[in-house]
């Protein structure tokens, strides 16, 4: 995928409340291998009410499983700042 289309899909899930970019964004992430990038738009995904498979679910809950307390507080907390500028 281009860094247009790419783009286009960040504007449509974050701006225009898409549902249906947003998981085109999160198995784009998935396809990948990004960990963060992936968690937060999985949370983004869930906050359109998406429709998510199982292997979206079990995915996010490996790379949340390896990232610290921390690290998986700062992820959330920058998925709802993204979430808030819709």
Same mark, same amino acid.
């Given at each position: 995928?281009?860094? *247009?289309?790419?783009? @286009?899909?960040?504007? !449509?899930?974050?701006? %225009? %409340?898409d549902a @249906?970019?947003?998981?085109?964004?999160?198995?784009?992430?998935?396809?990948? %291998? &990004? !960990?963060?990038?992936?968690?937060? !738009?999985?949370?983004?995904?869930?906050?359109l009410e *998406?429709?998510?498979?199982?292997? &979206? &679910?079990?995915?996010?809950?490996?790379?949340?499983?390896?990232?610290?307390? @921390?690290?998986?507080?700062?992820?959330?907390?920058? *998925? +709802?700042? +993204?979430?808030?500028?819709?």
């Open positions: 995928m281009s860094r *247009a289309q790419t783009s @286009d899909l960040v504007k !449509r899930a974050y701006t %225009g %409340g @249906d970019a947003a998981v085109a964004l999160l198995e784009q992430s998935i396809a990948l %291998g &990004h !960990r963060r990038i992936a968690l937060i !738009r999985y949370l983004q995904a869930q906050y *998406a429709v998510l498979n199982a292997r &979206h &679910h079990e995915y996010v809950r490996g790379v949340a499983a390896r990232m610290s307390p @921390d690290t998986l507080a700062r992820v959330v907390g920058e *998925a +709802r700042l +993204r979430a808030k500028r819709m």
